[in-house]
């Protein structure tokens, strides 16, 4: 039975680390998408642009923001459960 147990035990922190590896990831990847936005956004502003920026890039910038607030919010608890020695 403590084998079952070591096993499962062993299984449990491999699934975590590969969660902790997704949800740094996703942050990564969304801060990539927030960047690539940004920059867009900023080419419209003088003295590259008009001033005006497109409604097309505005959104996509609020959109990439939106999704680098929630791969935060999903890392804030992935990293909470490690300080609270949850995993």
Do not use: H, I, Y
């Amino acid at each position: 039975m403590t084998g079952q147990n070591d096993q499962k035990d062993q299984q449990n922190d491999v699934n975590n680390r590969a969660e902790e590896a997704q949800a740094m990831e996703r942050v990564v990847n969304a801060t990539r998408q927030v960047q690539v936005a940004f920059t867009a956004l900023q080419g419209q502003f003088a003295p590259q642009g008009s001033g005006k920026p497109s409604k097309m890039a505005l959104q996509t910038f609020d959109a990439s923001l939106q999704a680098l607030e929630d791969a935060q919010a999903a890392f804030d608890d992935v990293l909470n459960d490690l300080l609270d020695g949850k995993r």
